[in-house]
Structures are given as structure tokens and as C-alpha cells.
């Protein structure tokens, strides 16, 4: 890509950036953007994936920005000004190479455009064909009041490249449906190749442009929401990916179907498992439960270094017990440094039925089955589009991590499972205690625990030193643990001959002298009340 500024018949100075085709050139193209004003942005997805698509054809494309935006010099024109621009950027583009120009535009880019060329003269631009994306009976019924698109396509005479090329964007494939010969929902995962080699990774299925695309449990997509409604193939998404995940020697899997386990049962003996599959919400509280102590064993130099997957299905029968939601928040937040990864499926991708914001916010990767309705969407996608509820169900969705999204149909799993016994026989019994770590709190919240707990004092004393310190005031379950904490400390220091006088409120840094060995240490509290420990 190659930053470049190009002038206006009235002299205005426009940024753009040229992108050179991916093959030989056989001609150019030039993007008008969507104006802010009128809402759009010049960094929409589907003006990428327009550029990406006549870069692919062989074109040299110039995406510039109009008078008055951005880095663009002038001001505003009306629509009308900006002829002029599209105009300049055809010249400009055309000094790349030979061959028809391509001009596009979306909304008011389309408009501008579109009135350009129709006073463009000479044999290098006819209006060949339109393709008014609205005028489309199918995108019509699919495309929402809010979505607003309108993509009209000019195609300089001769035009020898491929016309449906803007019809492979994913955005406007989605609400076009897939090319004809991309429609088959029936793709065996035997049929996409080999299954790649460690690193978490599996293959999900067929992109838009039939590609074969992979999916990783990894630093930038450690946790999976798996979203769709019933019949989507969410289950199926799981399985083919559970299969290919077990293959790997490098994985253990945790597998839980809070809805009888019935779609995983043959999943029961498969390779690596940890432990049964969990089929009810006890037998999954005891299966996450025993993940966080297992996930503290490793936080505290454990030995097993093999990535921990576990996988749930239908995770909204298990939001509402409590200790299951704060073991499932746990691992969630805290697995990615342990190697603990999470696929989670649900058929209500809402934040409530996720139990907690922050579960949704962490599961960074989203593999968006069909669902129903715009807010469904958003939660499943993670954005507002592109827009699941579009979608044709049956393994039909989109595959989000935060540098790409595709659309993808979901390969069926048609291979051979490899088995085994679970290690357990049996998930141990959840006593409902939690392992807790020093880092799930704050430095100065471990401060204040040191202090209640070696004056001997209790949760509510506890609770208001947070307050009067600014840090709010912890809620009960959270007191406690602090405290517990605290106390594990205070035992550890008595243990090693830390002796702990008295704390002397007025002194600054006041606090706590603790003087092994005629060694002293410091802790300091958030208001500096109490210091040297
Ligand atoms: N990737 C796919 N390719 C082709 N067909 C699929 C695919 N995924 C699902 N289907 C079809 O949809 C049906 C339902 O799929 P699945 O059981 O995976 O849906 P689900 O989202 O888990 O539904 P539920 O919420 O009811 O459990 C399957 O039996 C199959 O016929
Ligand atoms: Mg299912």
C-alpha cells in the first residue's frame, strides 16, 4: 500500500492509498467512500473487503477520502464538489496502469460515483451494468431498516474482469447469500484436507471464497463464544472441533452438556479427556470447580503444561447457579496464562444468559451461527455487523477474531474419533470453595487484608477499610476471601519469624514494623495510614 496525495481540477488536495493488485494488473479501480456525515467511515469492513476483491481480480485500487475528510484538504461540497474528486482519483489511478477503471462508491461514495460517471465522455467509461444492491429482491428482504446499503457498481467500458466480483464481498454476501457455487451446506471436514498441526487449531469449515479456514485456541482468540439458535449447528461446531482438538497429544478436554449430554455422549470416550463427560449442572460445577484448582496448580509452578480445553454446550442451564457462574468467570478470565481455554456454546447470546458481561467480554473469539434478531446478533458477533440473524442456518455463520472475520459454512466431522478413558472416573465432589489468588486482588485490597487479619479483626472491619480507602466496598463473598488471604499471610509471616507489633495510625508511612532478624519490611495502605510492615 503506498500513501499518496493527488489534486483536484479546483485544486484540492486529496489523501488516498494505492494498493497494488495481488497479480499482473489488467486495469484500476478507484473507492469513493461513504461521507461521516453521513454516517459511514472510511474504514468499514466492506469497503476492505471491495478493495481485497479488485485487488484480487488484477486491479490497482485508489481509496481516497473525500474534500474536507480526514487528511483530505478543502471542505465539504455538497455531493456536488466531490464529483470532482472521484474524478481526480480516476486520473490519478489511471497513471497505474492500462486497461478499464473501475469506479465504486457506497452511499454517498455510490452517488458521487454514479454522477461521475455519467459525465465521464470518450470510449473510456460507458455504464455497462448496475448492480444497485437494493434493487435486489433478495437483498431487499434481508437487508434491515438500519443497514442503509446501497452499492452501485459503474463498469467502465470494456471491462474484461469479473463484474460479480463486488457481489463476493462478505458483507455484501451476506446479505446476498451465498454464490451458487459456494451454496453446498453439506462440506465433510475429510474434504478441507489435513487437519493442522497443534497450536490449538482445527478447521472450521469453507470460507466465502471457498478457502478452507482454520480457528485457534491461541493469544488472540484464547476463549470461543459459540452462538446460534436451535438447529443452527452449534453442537455440530463443537463436535468437529472437540474431534480434530483431541488429536492432538498437546490437549486435555473438558466436555459439558448441561441439557443431558445427550449430542456428546458419543463424545464420552474420546482421547485426553479429563475427566467424565459432565451432563448436568452438578456433574459441571464439579467439572469446573476441579478446572480452577487445577488452573491454580498450574499458576503455582505445576507441572502440566498441556492446554486445558473445556468445552460447554448450552452454557445458559448453568448460568444461574452461582457456583458454577464463578467457576465458569474464573476460567474465563484467568486461563489464557494457564494454558485453560474455553469453547462456549449458547442458543441465547445475551449478556444476561451468559450470567456476567465479563464472560462475553473475555470469549474474544465468536463463531456466529444463525440467530434471531439484530441483538442476538450483536452479542454473537461482538459487533453490529455483520448480522447473524441474516444468516441460512445449518452450519451457515461467521467466524470473528479481532483481526478478520469470514463467513463460513462449518464442516460436518466425518472421520474416525480417537479414544480413551477419561483420567477421572469421576469429577471430585465440589465443596464450593474456589481456589483464590493473590493476583485476583489488588495490591492495596492485599494490604488492607494483612492489616485486618493481624489485628485480629473481621470481615466488616474489613469492609469498611476498603471504603474509607477509596477502593469500594468489597461484597461478601469477596470480604471473605480477602480475609482468608489475609489470614494465609499473617500464618505465613508467624511462621517465618516476621514478628507484627502493633500499627501506629498517625505515623506516616504508619503501618506495621515487621523485623526479622532485625530486617524490616514495608507494606503500605492505600491512605498511607498504616505503613511499614
Ligand atoms: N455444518 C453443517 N452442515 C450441514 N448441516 C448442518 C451443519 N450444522 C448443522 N446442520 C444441520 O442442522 C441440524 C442441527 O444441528 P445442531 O444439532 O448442531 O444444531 P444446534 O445449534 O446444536 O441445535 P440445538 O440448539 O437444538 O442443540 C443438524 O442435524 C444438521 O442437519
Ligand atoms: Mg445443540
Redesign the pocket.
Known amino acids: 500500500m503506498e500513501a499518496l496525495r493527488f489534486t483536484t481540477e479546483d485544486a484540492v488536495s486529496l489523501e488516498g492509498d494505492l494498493h497494488p493488485p495481488e497479480g499482473p494488473a489488467h486495469g484500476s479501480a478507484a473507492i469513493c467512500r461513504p461521507h461521516p456525515r453521513q454516517g459511514g467511515s472510511k474504514d468499514h469492513p466492506l469497503l476492505w473487503t471491495i478493495r481485497g476483491e479488485l485487488t484480487r481480480v488484477g486491479l490497482f485500487v485508489l481509496a481516497f477520502n473525500f474534500r474536507g475528510v480526514m487528511g483530505s484538504g478543502g471542505s465539504y461540497g455538497g455531493g456536488r464538489a466531490e464529483v470532482r474528486d472521484a474524478a481526480a482519483a480516476v486520473g490519478r489511478v489511471r497513471e497505474t496502469s492500462g486497461g478499464p477503471t473501475l469506479l465504486c462508491g457506497w452511499t454517498f461514495g455510490a452517488n458521487v460515483a454514479l454522477r461521475e460517471a455519467v459525465v465521464v465522455n470518450g470510449p473510456r467509461a460507458g455504464a455497462l451494468e448496475v448492480f444497485a444492491g437494493l434493487n435486489s429482491p433478495a437483498l431487499l428482504r434481508t437487508l434491515g431498516g438500519d443497514d442503509g446499503a446501497i452499492l452501485r457498481q459503474f463498469i467502465p467500458w470494456p471491462f474484461t474482469g469479473t463484474p460479480t466480483a463486488f457481489m463476493a464481498g462478505r458483507h455484501v454476501r451476506l446479505e446476498a447469500g451465498w454464490p451458487p457455487d459456494l451454496e453446498d451446506?453439506?462440506?465433510k471436514l475429510s474434504d478441507l484436507g489435513r487437519h493442522p498441526a497443534g497450536d490449538g487449531r482445527w478447521l472450521v469449515?469453507r470460507n466465502e471464497r471457498g478457502n478452507v479456514l482454520t480457528a485457534g485456541l491461541n493469544d488472540d482468540t484464547p476463549h470461543w463464544l459459540v452462538s446460534?439458535t436451535?438447529?443452527?449447528?452449534?453442537?455440530?461446531?463443537l463436535v468437529s472441533a472437540v474431534a480434530q482438538l483431541a488429536r492432538d497429544p498437546a490437549n486435555r478436554i473438558i466436555l459439558i452438556d448441561a441439557k443431558h449430554g445427550k449430542?456428546f455422549r458419543h463424545l464420552a470416550h474420546l482421547q485426553d479427556l479429563c475427566g467424565p463427560l459432565a451432563d448436568d449442572v452438578d456433574s459441571a460445577r464439579a467439572a469446573l470447580t476441579w478446572a480452577c484448582h487445577e488452573m491454580a496448580a498450574r499458576y503455582s509452578g505445576g507441572q502440566d503444561t498441556r492446554r486445558l480445553i473445556i468445552v460447554v454446550d448450552e452454557v445458559q442451564e448453568l448460568t444461574d447457579d452461582p457456583l458454577t457462574l464463578a467457576a465458569l468467570r474464573k476460567l474465563i478470565a484467568q486461563g489464557r496464562g494457564a494454558s485453560i481455554h474455553c469453547m462456549i456454546a449458547t442458543?441465547h447470546p445475551t449478556a444476561d444468559a451468559l450470567g456476567d458481561r465479563t464472560i462475553g467480554k473475555n470469549l474474544v473469539g465468536r463463531l456466529a451461527?444463525r440467530v434471531i434478531g439484530p441483538e442476538a446478533s450483536r452479542v454473537a458477533v461482538g459487533s453490529k455487523t455483520p448480522r447473524a440473524d441474516y444468516l441460512l442456518g445449518?452450519?451457515d455463520g461467521y467466524a470473528c477474531a479481532p483481526t478478520a472475520t469470514h463467513r463460513v459454512?462449518?464442516?460436518?466431522f466425518d472421520g474416525d474419533l480417537s479414544l480413551g478413558d477419561p483420567g477421572l472416573a469421576e469429577w471430585p465432589e465440589a465443596n464450593g470453595d474456589l481456589p483464590e489468588r493473590a493476583s485476583d486482588f489488588g495490591g492495596d485490597e492485599l494490604a488492607i487484608s494483612l492489616v485486618v487479619a493481624a489485628e485480629d479483626k473481621g470481615r466488616p472491619a474489613l469492609q469498611k477499610m476498603c471504603e474509607e480507602d477509596g477502593l469500594g466496598k468489597p461484597g461478601g463473598g469477596r470480604a471473605a476471601r480477602l480475609l482468608q488471604l489475609g489470614r494465609d499471610m499473617r500464618t505465613w509471616l508467624v511462621i517465618n519469624d516476621y514478628c507484627l507489633p502493633a500499627r501506629q495510625p498517625d505515623t506516616h508511612p504508619a503501618g506495621y514494623e515487621i523485623a526479622p532478624n532485625g530486617k524490616v519490611l514495608s507494606v503500605c495502605l492505600p491512605s498511607g495510614q498504616a505503613g511499614s510492615l
Not at 230 to 237: D, L, P, R, W, Y
Not at 409 to 412: E, G, K, S, T
Open positions: 451446506a453439506n462440506i469449515g446460534g436451535t438447529g443452527s449447528g452449534k453442537t455440530t461446531a449430542d442458543q451461527l445449518h452450519g459454512q462449518i464442516a460436518l
